[in-house]
């Protein structure tokens, strides 16, 4: 008993040791930021290997499910004989929701991982502490840049997913299963609204942005220096990141979208 | 390291595809292009009942729609709620006498404004009044009157 309450207690205090940590870390972090602006190269690298590496699969998995969501929504509205709405639903679905979410979730899985493991590795190899014997400071040089650059990079990829799958929905159901094209674009126009929809996408996949990078590298500078360590640090990025982007996104859309 | 102006090359066409992307939702699929920002002019009218109509429901004539409703009010003089349409500029050629009505599109569809030119000579300017205004259709009411008229039969 007393034993059980003894690792209670010591999973609490590392809970709460961990929080802090990340939360100092972002401060640094942010605290980062400014000393970029005589050094935008290593934001362009980093959005290279973050934003420009992952446009191919969001491309294709928003290709994907802009038809899938062409085809399942077309087999529902035809009961109804309201196929004609197609496109309000293809292009509500991927700007509210899809569009965000997914892209976030596959931004976890291509670019966070990669951003732990390459910080991780850093430390590992002791590039980190080699960096801040040289007195150059690794929150600047490594962690600010990288940080930076998946915020901007996740709203501009959101924003190709959603596009790309509109597009996706359009093939499928104008191009093969005959709605009319006209009404696909006018039921777009008539329901989507700019400040409701679209806006607030924007700011979604900007939450998202920011919770997968602080995420992803803070997972990376915190791991333990070990091939093990860095492993499961990555892991712990995916998982972490895609539950805080699911429950972001309840909390979000209650707040846009909901009226709780 | 790969050379960096391939890179900065990359980099920049990502960025570029990214705002067109998010140019092309503002443009093409929201509802900015049929917007019309604030041109158009704006008409009055009261209605007994305004049903579910809300703001930014289309207004029609003939089934054209022709603009959207800017404004819903409750105008405490009359007990009438006061609603404020916005109407195309294209369209600046309604008689004063024109009638506005609450329809409802399809059976389940959400309400519209629409109007029914009259035969006045003069036309319709920004700020004027439509008086002659008929409401939604409540079902409650349509189930009320059928039910009273069903007994004063008997």
């Known amino acids: 008993m007393a034993g059980m309450i003894r690792r209670l207690g010591r999973w609490g205090l590392s809970f709460f040791e961990r929080l802090g940590r990340g939360h100092l870390f972002l401060l640094e972090a942010l605290a980062g930021l400014p000393s970029l602006l005589s050094r935008p190269g290593l934001v362009v690298q980093q959005l290279y290997s973050v934003g420009v590496l992952s446009l191919l699969i969001i491309v294709v998995s928003g290709l994907f499910v802009g038809m899938v969501l062409g085809l399942q929504g077309y087999n529902t509205l035809v009961g109804f004989g309201a196929e004609q709405s197609l496109g309000m639903l293809v292009a509500l679905t991927l700007v509210r929701e899809m569009g965000p979410v997914v892209t976030a979730l596959l931004f976890a899985g291509r670019a966070g991982s990669a951003l732990t493991a390459e910080i991780g590795l850093m430390k590992a190899t002791e590039q980190l502490s080699g960096m801040e014997m040289m007195a150059v400071d690794p929150m600047r040089r490594v962690v600010a840049p990288r940080f930076l650059a998946g915020f901007i990079s996740m709203p501009l990829l959101a924003a190709i997913f959603s596009t790309v799958g509109i597009y996706g929905g359009y093939f499928v159901g104008v191009g093969l299963l005959g709605v009319d094209a006209g009404a696909f674009w006018s039921q777009i126009q008539d329901k989507v609204d700019l400040h409701e929809d679209i806006y607030n996408g924007v700011i979604k996949s900007l939450v998202f942005g920011f919770a997968v990078t602080w995420i992803a590298v803070f997972e990376g500078y915190d791991a333990t220096p070990t091939s093990e360590g860095v492993s499961r640090a990555t892991t712990r990025t995916v998982v972490h990141g895609a539950l805080a982007v699911l429950a972001l996104n309840f909390v979000l859309t209650a707040l846009m979208f909901g009226e709780i | ?154």
Do not use: C, H
């Not at chain 2, 503002?26 to 703001?55: H, P, T, W």
């Not at chain 2, 409401?135 to 009320?144: K, T």
């Open chain 2, 1 to 154: 390291m790969m050379q960096s102006k391939t890179v900065e090359i990359a980099v920049g066409i990502f960025v570029a595809l990214g705002l067109g992307a998010l140019f092309i939702l503002a443009m093409q699929v929201s509802n900015l292009s049929n917007l019309g920002g604030d041109d158009g002019y704006e008409v009055r009218a009261g209605f007994d009942n305004i049903g579910g109509l809300k703001v930014r429901s289309p207004v029609t004539v003939a089934g054209v729609r022709v603009g959207r409703v800017a404004a819903i009010d409750y105008d405490d003089e009359n007990y009438q709620a006061e609603v404020i349409l916005r109407i195309d500029p294209r369209f600046d050629a309604f008689p004063l006498d024109t009638s506005a009505s609450i329809f409802t599109s399809g059976l389940l569809g959400e309400q519209y404004v629409a109007l029914e030119p009259g035969g006045d000579m003069e036309y319709l300017r920004d700020g004027d009044r439509i008086t002659l205004t008929q409401s939604a259709l409540v079902l409650e009411q349509l189930i009320g009157k059928f039910l009273f008229s069903q007994a004063d039969k008997e």
